[in-house]
């Protein structure tokens, strides 16, 4: 930096490129969206503004750039204004001062002194996209828009300006159809970044709160991780129900038992072997017993007897009471591969002689009754839950850490309590 001159060391801060995440610049190649799928606090903003300078400027500031009239849409006009334009990563605070447009708020338009002119818009009124045309725009946080869907095809009829239209869109994941549809687009590339992607630009007390609020949870994975979780329409269990359900230490434990859903065969693409370790408080009524999510000790892509020594491990940390295991498909191999690495190990084979779903329903009334809670870090089992309709498993592969669930509370509630018989009513 010594050997530079003082006009390009006041450029310097300008020139996004020498400081963005690789997240933060525009991938290669013919596309026409680009989606930056990120946590909170990754770098969406900036991209999208600093993306938005790249198409509006030219080698001078009078120069025409590649995008003449653009659109900027966020959920209202305000965040619009607020976040997308004046916000502290926004356009204007991006810009330099020779290159920074002017904001007419009147008339919702930033004007850049070569021509250039992009438009405010809320994605609560579609129809105000009716209309104009564009050759670039900038959506912001579409993944939350009440009528995404309007908005979103609106866009799309008005992008018909120059040889090239693209648009930039930066969003928290959510599972909502629009997104996914564009995702699956061939004409659609990503960029995806976790929150401590931009660690150094944001306060460590900040990191501290959410990692030890959220670290593992569904909704951490979501708005941290940025991943975009599955989370189908009509599922047996909800991810606000999950997190409302949430605990960070259980209370003293009458029972412990691991739940195993076990893989019959290994490699990359097999099933997984699903464990799952539930604790239980069985004092008083029935109706008063609670189950405790534990912890996800699911193995996959190992051979049998790695996955029977995880099973084990998890049994010996967690001093539980038992090992539970569905053995329709292993048969008696289980119980073997068990007991070849603790011979002493508490054992209990149950048979599946119902569907998944039929099982399901009786455990997920427990959920719906709150008698069931869950420890952080169990985001992948919850993103499976999330993912069990009344016609079966919406997701990928097979839900091994569901049906590890589902055995445990079988073991734990549902089966004593079905043991417990009312005394029967007197005849008068």
């Known amino acids: ?102 904001w007419k708020a009147g008339e919702r338009k930033l004007i850049w002194a070569n021509g250039a002119m992009a438009q405010a818009f809320s994605a ?147 099933d997984a072997c699903g464990i799952i370790v539930t604790g239980a408080v069985v004092q008083g009524p029935l109706q008063n017993w609670q189950a405790y999510m534990l912890a996800d000790r699911t193995v996959q892509g190992q051979g049998p007897l790695s996955w029977a020594k995880a099973v084990v491990a998890a049994y010996q940390e967690f001093s539980a009471d038992r090992v539970v295991a569905e053995v329709n498909q292993g048969g008696a191999l289980v119980e073997n591969l068990l007991r070849q690495v603790d011979p002493l190990v508490p054992f209990r084979a149950v048979h599946a002689t119902r569907g998944k779903v039929v099982r399901a329903e009786p455990v997920a009334a427990l959920y719906e009754q709150r008698r069931v809670h869950h420890m952080p870090g169990l985001a992948e089992l919850e993103e499976q839950m999330c993912q069990m309709t009344p016609q079966g498993f919406q997701g990928q592969g097979s839900p091994d850490r569901v049906d590890a669930l589902v055995w445990s509370i079988h073991e734990l509630i549902l089966g004593p309590g079905a043991q417990i018989r009312l005394p029967r009513a007197r005849m008068v």
């Open 124 to 270: 609560h009124d579609p129809e105000a996209l009716r209309g104009p045309q564009f050759d670039t725009a900038w959506v912001d946080e579409m993944a939350k828009w009440r009528r995404a869907r309007e908005a979103w095809d609106m866009l799309q009829f008005s992008l018909r300006l120059g040889e090239d239209p693209r648009v930039c869109i930066t969003t928290t994941p959510r599972n909502v159809a629009v997104l996914r549809d564009l995702l699956a687009a061939s004409s659609t590339v990503q960029s995806h970044a976790a929150t401590e992607a931009n660690r150094a630009n944001l306060a460590s007390s900040f990191l501290t709160e959410v990692r030890a609020r959220y670290a593992g949870s569904r909704l951490g994975r979501q708005e941290l991780d940025g991943v975009l979780l599955s989370e189908v329409e009509g599922a047996i269990w909800r991810a606000a129900q999950l997190a409302e359900l949430q605990i960070l230490a259980p209370p003293a434990l009458d029972r412990v038992v691991v739940a195993v859903d076990p893989a019959v065969s290994a490699g990359k693409a097999s």
């Open 1 to 102: 930096m010594q050997e530079m001159t003082d006009n390009a060391l006041r450029a310097l801060p300008y020139l996004f490129e020498a400081w963005a995440h690789p997240h933060q610049l525009p991938p290669p190649g013919d596309w026409r969206s680009w989606v930056i799928l990120g946590g909170r606090g990754a770098g969406k903003t900036r991209a999208g503004a600093e993306w938005i300078r790249d198409q509006v400027e030219g080698a001078t500031p009078l120069v025409a750039g590649r995008a003449q009239r653009l659109a900027l849409i966020g959920e209202t006009y305000d965040q619009v204004r607020d976040v997308m334009i004046q916000g502290d990563s926004g356009i204007l605070a991006c810009s330099p001062p020779d290159r920074r447009p002017q």
